[in-house]
Each structure stands twice: as C-alpha cells, then as structure tokens.
C-alpha cells in the first residue's frame, strides 16, 4: 500500500529500527516491555538527547535535527554505514558528512572483475590514490605494483619520484597536474584532507614541480578520457580510460584502461604474453 504524501517516513524509520534492536544486549530488563525492541527513553539515553525531544522527533515535530545529533542517534541505533545514510536522506535532504575510512584490500568478488579483464588493464586506488589492487594487464603495460612495498604503490609518488614512470608520459606536465587536481578532489570528497597532509607535505619536499602545482588549488575528476604511455619495450601505446565508483566503499574507485585501437591492443596482448613467458 501507498504512504500518503505526508507520511512520518522519518519517524517509521526510527521506530522499525528502535524495534529491532533485542534490549537483553545492552543489559536492559526485559519485564513490562509491551512493544519489541528499545523504548524511546532508552535510545535517547543513549544517544544523549532529551527523551522528550526523540519522542517529537518520532513523532515528525520539532523541525530538523542537527547532523550531530543524527549521528548520535545513529550510533545509539547501531546503524550501519547505508542505513545511516538513509536517516540523513530521510532528515535533512542529503547523505551525511562523508568519513574517511582506512584502506582495506578489496573484496574476492572485486578481484574476479579485475581479473577478467584480460586486455584492459585496471586498477582499485584509494582515495588518497594508493593502488590497492590491480590486473595482469596493468601489471604488463602499466606497473608491476607487486614488487614495490605498499607505501610505494601510490599514484602521486609514483608520477613525481620515479623516473621510470615519468619517462613513460609523452606530455608528463599535463599528466601530473591532472593527476594533482583529480587527487585534491578526491581527498576532500572522501574527508581525507588532513590524513593526505603528510604525503603532500613529503611531496613537497622532494619536488618543486609538485610544490606549485599543488599552490594551484586545481581541482579535476577523473571521469573518462584518453592516455597515452610511452611503455619502454613496445613502445607508444594509446589507451581509453573510465573511472567507476565503488558501491558502499566511497574510499575506493576503480579505473579501466582500454586498448584505444586493434593494433594497441595487440601490443597489450603481446606485453602479457611476453611477462607470463618469463
């Protein structure tokens, strides 16, 4: 059945949630409890909000709460990261302050994708652009991240410390100071302005070219659009690339590199064959 277009979608929200959470768990009594679940005493306690304020909020009056106080209740309602999303949606309009989470490895299910892939290379960065996973392909064509320690394997190192990979870029300026600008927005997107102030504090030390570029407060995304690599065995190779999202880990993004032409892709194929050869 349809809810009517003034419906407490908010309050309904509070009330399911509050319902299924068992009070036995947070070592409350089980007696005279009419309704499963938590009562609203109980979640505003635990959210440190008035009772009788929750109570309204369930009750769709007392205008729009804060983000505090919705990530309070969100915490007191042991919500995960989409329902919490949801709350604010429902609340205030608008997903909640993105918070930056530590970089994990990538799912088994996520690998599979990357790996079928045979001729495209493709990666999985961070946020902060650390290269998290990656393809054979990406392995024979791009950079072979398994030899290098983790902290090595970031995008931005790479592109300003290593020589290797600079030789590799035809015009190395205009690919560094896209690299930058797509990196400052991502950072500030995922909430990780102050945890990327390291790197770029180091990065700044060790390269003048990035200290200014970094001065320019330019911002860019990633999106989808062309490469083209300089690869020291086969040559020049052009490539097409598209940026996806990860879905439910928005410190994550995955890029695909395609094979611009028939003839790139043979040079991609060849490039494989000849790693896998030995």
């Known amino acids: 059945m349809d809810l009517p277009a003034n419906a407490n979608l908010l309050g309904a929200y509070l009330r399911d949630r509050r319902s299924r959470l068992d009070p036995a768990a947070f070592g409350l009594p089980l007696a005279r409890r009419r309704t499963p679940g938590l009562r609203r005493e109980e979640v505003a306690q635990r ?33 995960t990261e989409v329902e919490r999303e949801h709350l604010f949606l429902l609340a205030l309009g608008h997903p909640p302050e993105v918070r930056q989470r530590e970089a994990g490895g990538v799912s088994p299910r996520l690998q599979r994708v990357l790996d079928a892939l045979e001729w495209s290379p493709a990666m999985v960065k961070t946020a902060t652009w650390d290269v998290v996973a990656w393809n054979r392909a990406a392995t024979a064509v791009l950079t072979d991240y398994a030899t290098l320690p983790p902290e090595r394997r970031n995008v931005l190192r790479m592109m300003f410390c290593d020589p290797r990979v600079r030789a590799a870029q035809p015009d190395w300026e205009s690919a560094a100071r896209f690299v ?41 995304q990633f999106g989808e659009g062309s490469k083209h690599l300089i690869h020291p065995h086969a040559g020049p190779i052009a490539l097409e690339y598209s940026a996806f999202a990860v879905d439910g880990r928005p410190d994550l993004g995955m890029v695909v590199y395609t094979p611009a032409t028939p003839a790139d892709a043979a040079q991609v194929w060849a490039l494989i064959r000849a790693r896998e050869a030995g």
Request: hydrophobic share 50%.
């Open 47 to 79: 959210a440190h909000v008035s009772a009788t304020w929750y109570t309204w909020l369930e009750q769709g009056r007392g205008g729009a709460p804060s983000a505090d106080a919705l990530e309070r209740i969100a915490s007191a309602l042991l919500l």
């Open 180 to 220: 930058v600008a797509v990196f400052r927005a991502d950072a500030v997107r995922a909430g990780a302005s102050a945890s990327v102030q390291s790197l770029v504090d180091e990065l700044s030390r060790q390269s003048p070219e990035f200290a200014a570029m970094w001065r320019d407060h330019d911002v860019r």
